[in-house]
Each structure stands twice: as C-alpha cells, then as structure tokens.
C-alpha cells in the first residue's frame, strides 16, 4: 500500500552519463514535487507540477527535466551526470490548491563516481 | 516562505512529551503553519498543520499564540521512533509551489 514510491532506491554511475528516476503515487494527487537534498541535508523543491503547469525552480539545471506520462508519475531525466549531483533525491506529491499536504517517497540516492 | 527559527536540537526521555517550539514572526494573516519531520534514511513525512485553532490528531498536536507568531509542536508520548529533524515550514501560496525547508530541530528520544 505504499503511497509515493521511487525507483530506484540507489542509483551509482559515472559522470557524463543519462539517468532517469522514476515516481509514481497512488494518492489520487495532481500534483507533484521532486526535491534534491545535498550533503549538508538541506532540502530544496526542483519542482512542482500538475498537469496545468509546471514550476521549476530557478537554480535547477536545464540538464534536469520532469516527464510526467499521466497525473499519477513524474519522472526525473538528467542528462551529462556531474559530480555535484551526487544527493538524495525526492518524489512528493499532493492535491492540488493551497495549504495541501505533500506526502513523500523514501528519496533515491544518486552517487556520481 | 515566511521565515521560521527553530532551536538546532533538543533532548527528551522516553514517554514524556516532547515540545518542539518555532518562531514565525512573519507570518501573514492566512499562512498555514506545517510541521513535518524527516527519520534518518527516510523521507519527510508530514505531521500536523494549522492557522490558528489548535490541532490534533494522531501523531502529535499544534498550540499556536494567539498572535500566530510562534507554534509548539508536542509529541505527547515521545518513543524512541520520534527521534528525527522536525522541520517547522510556513509556506507562501499554500505550498503548492513546493516547501522551503530549513534546518529543523533535531529530536532525540533518550531511553
């Protein structure tokens, strides 16, 4: 009965390399997130879509992009892996409108070798 | 997001609440204040939220001053489970642009 589920759950591979993490919930959302949580364990939203728009955070590559095939996935291509992407990624979701809720997945851990 | 202050980290016995506090001295008049905690190795797993009544239900409950510029989150039976990093969040836009996590409290449950 998991909820958001991400795979996969570690993900090692060398740099230059494309990659691509999958979510998908079966919350009945139509929205959802992918959040990037570096080594210090800081959390940041790359993120948020729904199938009306999509939000990306300003910081985030363009090497970085959502796929969402239908409103229960959102998966995340990046393309020429570097170092500095090695973190711990996360899939969250939520229903749409304010002051919902987001329920997360267990991250996928990317290490860059 | 408005900005929130939580204290780094915080200790508490096994079976006594645990009562987390943050300030949100900036908070707008229909912000929501949420809390959610994140366990070692896994996701954040969202706790309670509220805006100006308190709240309760089964993991913990919301006290929030009657001015809304500070909130206690209180785990009335801590169990050693309930040691995670709390993270105190008062989202512009509900949220729906994502959640500006900050560094959280880091709660230890001491047997």
């Known amino acids: 009965d998991t909820a958001v589920s991400q795979t996969p759950k570690y993900l090692v591979t060398q740099m230059g390399n494309d990659k691509s993490i999958k979510c998908e919930q079966n919350?009945?959302?139509?929205?959802m997130y992918w959040y990037k949580q570096d080594s210090k364990k800081f959390l940041k939203i790359m993120f948020s879509?729904?199938?009306?728009?999509?939000?990306i955070n300003e910081t985030v590559p363009n090497r970085f992009s959502p796929k969402s095939p239908d409103k229960a996935h959102l998966n995340l291509h990046i393309n020429s892996l570097e170092l500095g992407d090695s973190a711990v990624y996360f899939c969250?979701?939520?229903?749409?409108?304010?002051?919902?809720?987001?329920?997360f997945g267990d991250g996928t851990r990317l290490s860059i070798l | 997001d408005a900005k929130t202050t939580q204290p780094t980290s915080m200790d508490c016995a096994e079976g006594r609440a645990a009562n987390l506090p943050c300030n949100h001295s900036?908070?707008?008049?229909?912000?929501?204040v949420y809390w959610y905690r994140q366990i070692h190795s896994q996701g954040p797993q969202y706790i309670i939220h509220?805006?100006?009544n308190n709240e309760t239900n089964e993991m913990a409950s919301l006290i929030i001053t009657e001015d809304r510029k500070s909130s206690t989150l209180i785990l009335p039976h801590a169990t050693l489970r309930d040691t995670a990093v709390y993270y105190c969040?008062?989202?512009?836009?509900?949220?729906?642009?994502?959640?500006?996590f900050g560094k959280g409290t880091h709660l230890i449950i001491q047997p």
């Open positions: 969250a979701s939520s229903l749409s409108g304010s002051n919902q809720p987001q329920h």
């Open positions: 919350l009945g959302h139509d929205t």
């Open positions: 879509y729904n199938n009306k728009e999509l939000i």
């Open positions: 900036t908070i707008s008049g229909n912000e929501y």
């Open positions: 509220g805006l100006k």
């Open positions: 969040i008062v989202p512009s836009g509900g949220g729906a642009d994502g959640l500006t």
